[in-house]
């Protein structure tokens, strides 16, 4: 009686436990735990595939290097011209006096450990030097490309506040990202997809812009347009030209936080920036030497602000105006805390899956679990009789343990994973009946109702084991190695066989003690 009693009690434990666990999905205001999370298949959402455009990751490594390659040559008094891309991963130049090319090479050697002198070529003003990345170097570029557009895409999405979104990469320079529950899509795609490159250049006074729009723009200068606002992109309102010098004074990686704040004069948002040590000093030192001059702030290209630099600047703070409403300041906010992207992104498919598509896919495996598990029931109980009903209220309790468990680990739960929990009824009678088939054998060689359960147990009990322990060692398999739609399926799987363990071995065993060892019954009705 005593082993009975402490079996009760584990069991109304863990009983409890899952029913508290699972009580949030149907009324959220019971408790302050997560309900089920529901995945894109039945909650409804959003399924993008994002290609990193990996050129220009080189590309940026390449133009970087350069702009290196010309300070170093200054430097070292080596005199040349003509310093370009050859290609995607190398750059020319002709140094005027070609007993310096060891000169060049030693910078080479010295400055990149995956940069070497591809070829040289005499030429009539001196001689012409080509030098590129390594394959290995453009490899590893590209993958790591893809590597940080995908993390970045983690972070913003998390700061968005998505519920157990799936992002994964796919291919060598593909993103896959699902989003379940989001109803903003397009609000989302702007989100993911801005390269957030955020710059700080001066605008060229100097020359003319009007000349400037007619073509004659002027060397180490462009044409960068404001950012437009909503309503005047609806309106079809031209942006503002601006005449930008090219060179970058300061860039977003050196950004440490982002803040959406309300400006007390104008009541409208901006976004407050701020720098580490290193950007904090190089910001303090462009604003001031460049006191009454315009600073252009540039994002992916656009112009957000450009004001006037009235003194120096201490501290490391700057701030992004635009006529922004609250969403935009906050979606940039997100934006530039995430970082910049290392390469552009574009779509290549999207798919919006809408909540109605997934209720009707909640409803068709509702609609099979509730058909399969009467037609168990139906069988359990006719073939086994007071057996099989108590094999089918261990199936109930079975069910109950695989909500909580999802519930607890915060698991996914997809349409795969329904079939696997369907599947899970099936299995759950399935250690039953092997028990019971040997309880039967024990009473046929005439012994007692309490003998024949205890030999059926603990006879059937290890079968029962290695059966269920292989099929978990799969599902593992399954959910280590698989994607979105089989981990579904796997997550189901492992907690259904572990819940059928658990219902097999220690409830069925207890309702079976219960009723013919501590109350005597003494006909088996199995």
């Known amino acids: 009686m005593n082993n009975v009693s402490w079996r009760l009690l584990i069991v109304f434990g863990v009983l409890i436990i899952a029913a508290i666990l699972v009580a949030p999905t149907f009324k959220p205001s019971l408790w302050p735990h ?71 090479r030693r910078i080479v050697e010295r400055e990149y450990a995956d940069v070497e002198v591809k070829s040289t070529s005499p030429v009539e003003s001196g001689l012409k030097v080509s030098i590129g990345l390594t394959d290995s170097w453009v490899r590893e570029i590209k993958k790591q490309a893809v590597e940080q557009a995908l993390e970045t895409i983690r972070n913003r999405i998390d700061q968005f506040g998505v519920s ?59 044409i960068l347009y404001q950012a437009a606002e909503a309503s005047q992109a609806r309106a079809g309102a031209e942006s503002q030209p601006y005449l930008v010098k090219k060179r970058t004074l300061l860039t977003g990686a050196h950004l440490t936080d982002a803040q959406v704040r309300i400006d007390q004069q104008y009541n409208e948002p901006f976004v ?27 994002l992916d290209d656009k112009v957000y602000s450009a004001p006037v630099i009235q003194e120096r600047i201490p501290g490391g703070t700057a701030r992004i ?40 896919s909640i409803q068709a495996g509702l609609l099979s679990m ?22 089918d209220f261990a199936l109930l309790l079975n069910i109950l343990l695989i909500a909580g468990g999802l519930a607890a680990f915060g698991a996914t739960l997809t349409l795969p994973g329904i079939a696997g929990i369907i599947l899970t009824i099936g299995m759950a009678v399935d250690a039953n009946v092997i028990i019971f088939e040997r309880i039967r054998e024990e009473m046929r060689l005439g012994k007692t109702p309490a003998a024949s359960i205890a030999a059926g147990f603990e006879r059937a009990g290890l079968t029962v084991l290695d059966a269920n322990v292989t099929t978990l060692i799969a599902a593992l398999v399954l959910f280590q190695f698989g994607t979105g739609p089989v981990k579904g399926f796997a997550v189901t799987l492992s907690l259904g066989v572990l819940a059928s363990l658990f219902t097999a071995l ?3 065993r207890l309702i079976f003690d219960y009723i013919y060892v501590a109350k005597h019954v003494r006909t088996l009705s199995i």
């Open 34 to 104: 997560k309900e089920i999370n529901l995945g894109l298949d039945l909650k409804g959402g959003m399924h993008l595939v994002l290609e990193v455009e990996t050129e220009k990751a080189i590309e940026s490594t390449v133009d970087r290097i350069q702009s290196e390659m010309r300070s170093m040559l200054r430097k070292e008094r080596i005199r040349h011209h003509g310093i370009a891309s050859a290609g995607e991963t190398q750059m020319s130049f002709t140094i005027l006096n070609r007993d310096e090319i060891d000169g060049v």
């Open 164 to 222: 157990e979104p799936d992002i994964r990469i796919q291919g060598e320079k593909r993103v896959l990202v699902q989003l379940p529950g989001i109803k903003d899509t397009q609000r989302a795609k702007e989100l993911i997809g801005k390269t957030a490159q955020l710059e700080f250049k001066l605008l060229d006074e100097e020359n003319d812009l009007g000349a400037a729009l007619n073509g004659d723009v002027p060397s180490g200068s462009e």
């Open 272 to 298: 407050s920036i701020e720098f580490d040590r290193k950007g904090a000093r190089t910001f303090e030192r462009i604003t001031g030497e460049n006191v009454k001059k315009r600073l252009a702030i540039v």
């Open 321 to 360: 105006t635009g006529n922004f409403t609250t969403q935009e300041a906050h979606d940039l906010a997100i934006i530039l805390r995430a970082g910049a992207l290392p390469a552009p992104v574009h779509i290549i498919e999207e798919r919006t899956v809408g909540p109605s598509l997934g209720q009707d």
């Open 370 to 391: 509730i058909v399969g598990g009467i037609l168990v029931v139906l069988f359990m109980g006719i073939y086994y009789k007071v057996g099989g009903l108590i094999a």
């Open 506 to 508: 220690i409830i069925s």
